[in-house]
């Protein structure tokens, strides 16, 4: 398939998507560099912050272990195609982001059809073809050296702090447990974020 990761893994990879498209034809070449560059990190030894969550965050979940449920991979909602990885034991880091032309890619068809598939107005032959451009997309992304994908340099920001796992408290308005971090006091009760705002008049 034209990537050094086993088809197998790549198969796996797609059931877990739910499809195969260019985002995470991205997200499988990003794991490439991040598993030549760091290894693969089984516990959290690795930290990657995405940019973006869009398709490619979970190709890199899957693929370098760095998941948003262990906390090793923060999601920033920042519309970049960016992504900054981080080894806690020697510091070594990168940060690979598309190149311009290889996130807007696909050519003017390419993109007069994204357009009309973001607003739903794809008539059927449309999305046939708008399907195999993607899927021509998706191939050429993985046949791709990364050099001509993306630009490898250092993250902007260091690594982000370690996040223990912090005491819970009970909320006196829905008495649902809340991690006390996310908790506020108001009038001398305890309120989780979701009763703090259904509760307390904003000023
Ligand atoms: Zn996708
Ligand atoms: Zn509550």
């Avoid at 940019?51 to 909602?77: H, P, R, W």
């Avoid at 050296?145 to 223990?164: C, N, T, Y």
């Avoid at 908790?183 to 009763?195: H, I, P, Q, S, T």
Wanted: include cysteine.
């Amino acid at each position: 398939m034209g990537s050094k990761i086993p088809e197998e893994k790549l198969k796996a990879l797609i059931a877990f998507h739910g499809h195969w498209c260019p985002g995470l034809a991205t997200g499988i070449k990003i794991s490439e560099v991040v598993l030549d560059e760091l290894g693969r990190t089984t516990d959290e030894e690795i930290v990657a912050v995405a940019e973006t969550d869009n398709c490619a965050v979970d190709a890199i979940q899957f693929l370098t272990g760095c998941t948003v449920g262990k906390g090793n991979m923060i999601v920033k909602d920042l519309g970049k195609s960016a992504f900054s990885f981080y080894r806690r034991s020697d510091g070594k880091s990168l940060r690979i982001v598309s190149r311009p032309d290889a996130a807007r890619g696909g050519g003017e068809e390419y993109r007069t059809l994204q357009e009309k598939s973001n607003e739903g107005a794809l008539t059927p032959e449309e999305s046939e073809r708008f399907e195999a451009l993607r899927r021509e997309r998706s191939a050429r992304i993985l046949e791709s050296e990364p050099e001509s994908l993306f630009i490898i340099g250092e993250p902007l920001v260091p690594a982000p702090p370690f996040a223990p796992m912090k005491r819970s408290v009970l909320c006196d308005a829905c008495g649902e447990s809340v991690m006390e971090t996310k908790a506020r006091l108001c009038d001398g009760r305890v309120l989780c974020l979701a009763c703090f705002e259904r509760l307390v008049p904003r000023p």
